[in-house]
């Protein structure tokens, strides 16, 4: 996925990624990151043993960054902190959910556009986009 894609209003959807993250050395599974308080759903990441262990120590999210192999600390670069408040395993225990207090202006990587540039903000959710009736992607909230 290119950073061009952050911005699109084109739908390409990435079917491959969850064959490129098998492909990967460390046994990962898929976390859903909520908001506590509005249940937005922030960010989706995936994490090892060692990033839900270093959650589980910090209270905060660590995910395993499957595109560079590494423990990615979110907030590490933004200041933007996930705060760990209830962690639930799904039935298959193949995945987690964990509702969080967001500290800072954003949990997506990107930043709010205004007048199109990019503001000091960091979008408070990656799902900033809803897709139309004719595949198209509209902004939805910054």
Known sequence: MSKNNEESKTLDLDFKKLKKVAGIESDVLPVVIQDIDSKD??????????????????????????????????????????LIRNIYVNCEQNSLLIM??????????????????????????CYYRRIGANQELAFVSN
């Open 41 to 82: 759903v922030l960010i989706v990441g995936y994490m090892n043993q060692l990033a839900f262990d270093k959650s589980v120590q910090t209270n905060k999210v660590v995910f395993w960054s499957t595109s560079r192999n590494e423990l990615w600390e979110k907030g590490q670069r933004s200041g933007s902190e996930l």
């Open 100 to 125: 969080v207090e967001l500290k800072g202006s954003g949990s997506c990587h990107t930043k709010v556009i205004r007048d199109g540039e990019a503001s000091l903000d960091y979008r408070k959710s």
